[in-house]
């Protein structure tokens, strides 16, 4: 079980827009950069977001990423059929025992 | 364009030691600020990251693994590699290697990844 919770699944109709939580803690998201990642089935993960709020070149803006606190948000709008994937937050837990963690992933149904 | 290329046996022995190498092509692994880096996803389940070495031979390990790995950087040929000893069952997982953009987990390029099966 990951130091990170996901909601295990979200759904949204096309063009809609949908919002997938990462919640943690002090020793990780509150000091830490969050990234997030989609993975579509029998495929590598892919960067979406990284530090926070920042987008690769190549990801649309209809991807954006914030951070308070504990917990973390990957916002999508425009919902596109292609965005049904399973989507993680990734952080660094810092405690007597660091290192990097994953969140448990949301799978995202796209009505 | 980076490209990353992992390699290795699909197959390994419960107790026997996990070897894979990743070849790294369109950049340099000496380059400053990138860490080099290995995730591993069990069937059906989501990433676990494993861990990172750095172009000065630094690494940081998942403490849940830490005992059991081993990781090394091979300039010469833009490869490094992944050792995983005492391999059981729990191990068998797809193993990506990945670039971390100044090891905040912020992976931008991935292998393709590699299925390794621990069974006797």
């Known amino acids: 079980q990951s130091v990170l919770t996901q909601p295990p699944s979200v759904s949204a109709a096309p063009g809609q827009k949908v919002t997938i939580s990462c919640s943690g803690s002090n020793s990780n998201i509150r000091n830490n950069y969050v990234s997030w990642y989609q993975q579509s089935p029998g495929t590598a993960p892919k960067l979406l977001i990284y530090e926070n709020n920042r987008r690769p070149s190549d990801i649309p803006d209809r991807f954006s990423g914030s951070k308070s606190g504990t917990s973390a948000t990957l916002a999508i709008t425009g919902l596109q059929t292609g965005d049904e994937a399973d989507y993680y937050c990734?952080?660094?837990?810092?405690?007597?025992?660091?290192?990097?963690?994953f969140g448990g992933g949301t799978k995202l149904t796209v009505l | 364009q980076v490209q990353l290329q992992e390699s290795g046996p699909g197959l390994v022995k419960p107790s026997q030691t996990l070897s894979l190498t990743c070849t790294v092509s369109?950049?340099?692994?000496?380059?400053?600020?990138?860490?080099w880096s290995w995730i591993r996803q069990p069937p059906g389940k989501g990433l676990e990251w494993i861990g990172y070495i750095y172009k000065s031979g630094s690494t940081y390990y998942n403490p849940s693994l830490k005992s059991r790995i081993s990781t090394s950087l091979d300039t010469s040929k833009n490869q490094f590699s992944l050792q995983l000893s005492s391999v059981t069952d729990a191990d068998t997982a797809v193993y990506y290697c990945?670039?971390?953009?100044?090891?905040?987990?912020?992976?931008?390029?991935w292998g393709q990844g590699i299925l390794v099966t621990v069974s006797s």
């Open positions: 369109g950049g340099p692994i000496s380059g400053v600020g990138y860490y």
């Open positions: 990734a952080t660094w837990h810092s405690t007597l025992s660091t290192g990097g963690v």
């Open positions: 990945a670039r971390d953009l100044g090891g905040w987990l912020s992976f931008d390029n």
